[in-house]
């Protein structure tokens, strides 16, 4: 059984950056699409980013050019790399996991496992 635990969520400025992390234990990590959702504050969790077991294939969501997802297979964790914060990204963010596939999983329903979330604050 995979188990996920997500760190590095704050309360920072706008205009700042900041990096979630998501380490992952037991289970193999390869045999993992992961990806990274969020839930803001009285709306439904939604889909952020995710990248393939190899690292070599991302699914952008909306915030792509701000934020970066990435993995290293090595130290089973995953990273989502996030710049130019503004009030709108504020969320619990939370690290998921699902099923290898030839592409990369992007809906909720797809995913099997998940972390307890890092909650990341926008505000001046």
């Known amino acids: 059984q995979v188990q996920l635990v997500e760190s590095g969520g704050g309360l920072v400025q706008p205009g700042t950056s900041l990096r979630l992390s998501c380490t992952a234990s037991g289970g193999i990590f390869t045999d993992l699409t992961m990806g990274w959702f969020r839930q803001a504050p009285g709306e439904e969790r939604k889909f952020v980013s995710s990248?393939?077991?190899?690292?070599?294939?991302v699914n952008v969501g909306p915030s792509v050019g701000r934020f970066t997802i990435s993995r290293d297979n090595a130290k089973k964790t995953l990273f989502l790399q996030m710049t130019n914060l503004k009030p709108e990204d504020t969320a619990v963010y939370y690290c998921?996991?699902?099923?290898?596939?030839?592409?990369?999983?992007?809906?909720?329903?797809?995913?099997?496992?998940w972390g307890q979330g890092t909650q990341v604050t926008v505000s001046s």
């Open positions: 998921a996991a699902g099923p290898k596939t030839n592409g990369v999983l992007s809906k909720l329903s797809e995913f099997t496992t």
């Open positions: 990248i393939n077991w190899s690292g070599g294939v």
